[in-house]
């Protein structure tokens, strides 16, 4: 250092305070270009393992008449012919988290309507699928409360330290929108205490936010940059009660009512029995299948066999199939099922299992698949050749 330079610092010491306080700033403003260390990143890494994706499916009877033979029958007099029974299989998507470590999961009520026959499959952050049943619900909150049918510790979001719900602060909305799991948004809480009317459904006193609300995200949490609950993801308004488009426009319930809501769902829960004859785990299950072809599949039992007027004892069903997978592109749908495998008759997951357990990438293996219906009502049989990837 010249002794101009020297002299001139130790005339002015405070231009050293200044060179130090210029390198600490660019230190942090370096230190804050890292995304691994950002508040919004480590929020979502810390709630995301509770956040569960929530399937469900409800097959239900109705009761037609065919027009044609009504005319017929006033004005021929033919005998009336008893009206058809159909069934149909109804599906919901949406979201929901982990508030106990035993695997009690809140969402929205409209999510599991409740029904005795409804079957409730929930899709973990790690890929894991579980059976769930449902415990009570609430359609004034539109809240309700299911449990996972298995014997493991689970992590969860605490409801003990609830975000403050500030005007301003930065939201993060999480769920599985539009059937794409683990994916977030980011806004501000827009308001507090509004009343919303969203199809026909009055909801009180919700929080506001900019941050998209998708379809799927209903019942997945709304959480601040600390990761405490700001409230549930549970309506969207589109257009205004005019007509008029709007943006930006997401609602959530408070956190409030929902920690209100799990400690009472939570007394119910202690009295109701447990329910019987449920596995530990779901039977849809992370395959072979999955694995090679891009197919989650699912043991046909009795009762589903039943319900989807499918032959008993025979086959496999395919759950989802992965969009862009082998599966997917040689056209297997969900709802399908899977007869054989090369010449092998399959009955189940654990089957199939077995007889892909050695097949390597890029090998074909050909499937018999199709619907067997009851009855023999119906016969709709293809042999599929594909590629594993």
């Known amino acids: 250092m ?3 330079v020297r002299g001139t610092l130790m ?6 305070l200044i060179l130090i306080l210029c390198s ?8 804050q270009t890292d995304p691994a260390s950002e508040p919004a990143v480590l929020a979502a890494a810390k ?16 009761t037609v008449r065919d027009p044609f033979e009504d005319f017929y029958a006033q004005f021929f007099g033919y005998n009336r012919v008893r009206p058809h029974e159909i069934r149909q299989t109804l599906q919901s998507l949406g979201s929901g988290f982990i508030v106990n470590p035993a695997g009690y999961i809140i969402t929205n009520q409209h999510v599991v309507e409740r029904a005795a026959d409804l079957k409730i499959h929930v899709t973990t952050n790690d890929g894991k699928t579980y059976n769930a049943h449902y415990i009570t619900g609430d359609d004034k909150t539109d809240l309700a409360f299911i449990k996972i049918d298995a014997e493991t510790a689970f992590p969860f979001i605490s409801l003990d330290d609830i975000s403050p719900n500030l005007l301003g602060e930065t939201v993060i909305v999480v769920g599985n929108a539009v059937g794409y799991g683990s994916s977030i948004s980011r806004g501000v809480l827009s ?18 936010t900019d941050a998209a609300i998708n379809p799927g995200n209903s019942g997945g949490p709304v959480i601040d940059l600390s990761g405490r609950l700001v409230g549930i993801s549970s309506a969207k308004m589109a257009f205004t009660p005019q007509g008029v488009p709007t943006q930006g426009l997401g609602f959530a319930i408070p956190a409030a009512v929902v920690r209100d809501s799990v400690n009472r769902f939570k007394k119910i829960a202690q009295k109701q029995p447990e ?48 969009p862009d997978s082998p599966a997917d592109e040689a056209g297997i749908e969900r709802g399908l099922v899977i007869y054989r495998v090369g010449k092998s008759e399959v009955n189940s997951v654990k089957q199939i299992d077995g007889l892909l357990g050695r097949v390597q990438s890029g090998a074909k293996v050909s499937f018999t698949i199709g619907v067997i219906r009851t009855g023999g009502r119906g016969r709709q049989l293809a042999t599929l050749t594909m590629a594993a990837r």
Request: charged content about 20%; aromatic content about 6%; cysteine-free.
């Open 2 to 4: 010249s002794r101009i």
């Open 11 to 16: 005339r002015h010491p405070w231009i050293i």
């Open 24 to 31: 600490l700033i660019a230190g942090s403003l370096f230190a």
């Open 47 to 62: 709630v995301l393992p509770a956040v569960v994706n929530i399937n469900t499916e409800r097959v239900v009877r109705r």
């Open 191 to 208: 308001a507090v205490k509004r009343n919303i009317t969203v199809d026909d459904i009055e909801y009180k006193d919700l929080v506001q």
């Open 275 to 322: 329910p019987a004859n449920r596995p530990a785990t779901s039977e849809v299950s992370a395959s072979s299948a999955e694995r090679l072809f891009g197919m989650q599949l699912q043991n046909l039992s009795e009762q589903l066999s039943d319900a989807l007027g499918y032959a008993q004892g025979h086959g496999v069903l395919v759950a989802a199939v992965e």
